[in-house]
Nanobody, 116 residues
């Protein structure tokens, strides 16, 4: 059974940083592109960043220059380093496969709250 477990969220002041982690199990991690998504209250889930099997990356415009996605194939883990956080980054953050090949069952996500 595939499991995605996100962690690392929390409450941070504007301008602060967080590093999210997502551990995947029950799947051959290395053969897929992985992504981070987020969903703010009352909004649809949106793509934040994507990393390919070859470690090329793509970012949503709001994430460019502030967020960095990375992966550790040995640990079946994908990371999201978030810097210069803004209140509008407040959301539940999820990891999953690249939506273009079909997402898996969603994990519980990790809450990120940016507030002074």
């Amino acid at each position: 059974q595939v499991q995605l477990e996100e962690s690392g969220g929390g409450l941070v002041q504007p301008g602060g940083s967080l590093r999210l982690s997502c551990a995947a199990s029950g799947i051959i991690f290395t053969i897929y592109n992985w992504a981070w998504y987020r969903q703010a209250p009352g909004k649809q889930r949106e793509l934040v960043a994507l990393i390919s099997t070859g470690t090329s990356t793509n970012y949503a415009d709001f994430a460019k220059g502030r967020f960095t996605i990375s992966r550790d194939n040995a640990k079946n883990t994908v990371y999201l380093q978030m810097n210069s956080l803004k209140p509008e980054d407040t959301a539940v953050y999820y990891c999953n496969r690249d939506h273009r090949i079909g997402t898996l069952s969603w994990g519980q996500g990790t809450q990120v709250t940016v507030s002074s």
